[in-house]
């Protein structure tokens, strides 16, 4: 069931195996075994791969739950909101408070940017 649902995931979010493996620190062999179901993936590993495929760990190991997340956390169009959650993950890997910090302070430039820019066009 792992691996079905580790290559289903994959294939879900257009994704080649040698372009996950090296987003985790593995081989695209290594990830060929866990789809195929030869092996199993450590916790960590594990949860990098949810992250990227964006499930649950709790849907990739067979529980009955659903592939996507809720429609409310697919329709977060606020950034602002959507940073606020409590965990935020980049190629799978979590970010910091330091980091999402750093997202927002560059947001704000790039949306102060397209607002003065709106504004002179309507000059």
């Given at each position: ?58 849907y990739l190991l ?45 947001l704000e430039i ?14």
């Amino acid at each position: 069931m792992l691996g079905q649902r580790l290559r289903e995931a994959r294939q879900l979010k257009n994704l080649k195996q040698i372009d996950v493996a090296p987003l985790i620190g593995i081989t695209s062999q290594a990830l060929s075994n866990y789809e195929r179901g030869d092996r199993d993936p450590d916790t960590d590993t594990l949860n990098k791969l949810a992250g990227i495929y964006n499930v649950t760990v709790d849907y990739l190991l067979g529980r009955d739950t659903p592939l996507i997340h809720s429609k409310e956390e697919r329709n977060t169009k606020d950034l602002g909101r959507f940073l606020e959650q409590p965990e935020i993950l980049f190629n799978g890997i979590p970010l910091t408070k330091e980091d999402i910090e750093k997202i927002k302070a560059s947001l704000e430039i790039v949306f102060w940017d397209a607002k003065q820019k709106k504004k002179r066009e309507k000059s």
